[in-house]
T-cell receptor, first 115, second 115 residues
Framework: EAGVTQFPSHSVIEKGQTVTLRCDPI?????LYWYRRVMGKEIKFLLH????????ESGMPNNRFLAERTGGTYSTLKVQPAELEDSGVYFC?????????????FGPGTRLLVL | GNSVTQMEGPVTLSEEAFLTINCTYT??????LFWYVQYPGEGLQLLLK?????DKGSNKGFEATYRKETTSFHLEKGSVQVSDSAVYFC??????????????FGKGTKLSVIP
């Protein structure tokens, strides 16, 4: 069974440009999460999809970030326009059920550097 | 709100030494607790978890016990190996509120084991 995949693995862009990150969850997993780790800080939650619906987007930093999950399969996270403080590692995770103690399976992350 | 505090590294140990990484938490509800590990160049993997008080999670020689009275989930291993060199993250999931099972992470502890 394939794990969670993310694309690209690395992205270097200039301030003001747009970047789109993609996450493919494990097949059959209804729950998809986005997290971000800014250098030297904790991994922080961004948002949670259940199928194609946003369950919780309380962690999204501002309206420059837009996440979608059309059809309830893969998800994209767009940053437009990118700022320097958006640099970090963006992780995606998926889980099958929304139950207590459910394991989230993480992708390898996308390293974003905004210059 | 929820928070996780874990000892900051880096931690350097000799092979076969005893390992303890302290983790304490604050939660509004009754959380599930996790240890994730990130090996060099890879994504986060679940190492172990516990969903209720006094539960002990264990995997690959690592153990952690859910202590509600001290709000702790310390990670231990009796004899570390070079292959255990990685970054270890303590995390909790507390669905009270938005109903999302988002993870709240500690800052991570980098462990280096030398031969």
């Amino acid at each position: 069974e394939a794990g969670v995949t993310q694309f690209p693995s690395h992205s270097v862009i200039e301030k003001g440009q747009t970047v789109t990150l993609r996450c493919d969850p494990i097949s059959g997993h209804d729950n998809l999460y986005w997290y971000r780790r800014v250098m030297g800080k904790e991994i922080k939650f961004l948002l949670h999809f259940v199928k194609e619906s946003k369950q919780d987007e309380s962690g999204m930093p501002n309206n420059r970030f837009l996440a979608e999950r059309t059809g309830g399969t893969y998800s994209t996270l767009k940053v437009q326009p990118a700022e320097l403080e958006d640099s970090g590692v963006y992780f995606c995770a998926s889980s099958q059920d929304k139950v207590r103690g459910e394991t989230q399976y993480f992708g390898p992350g996308t390293r974003l550097l905004v210059l | 709100g929820n928070s996780v505090t874990q000892m900051e590294g880096p931690v350097t140990l000799s092979e076969e030494a005893f390992l303890t990484i302290n983790c304490t938490y604050t939660a509004t509800g009754y959380p599930s607790l996790f240890w994730y590990v990130q090996y060099p160049g890879e994504g986060l993997q679940l190492l172990l978890k516990a969903t209720k008080a006094d539960d002990k999670g264990s995997n690959k020689g690592f153990e952690a016990t859910y202590r509600k009275e001290t709000t702790s989930f310390h990670l231990e291993k009796g004899s570390v190996q070079v292959s255990d060199s990685a970054v270890y993250f303590c995390a909790l999931s507390d669905p009270s509120g938005a109903g999302s099972y988002q993870l709240t992470f500690g800052k991570g502890t980098k462990l280096s084991v030398i031969p």
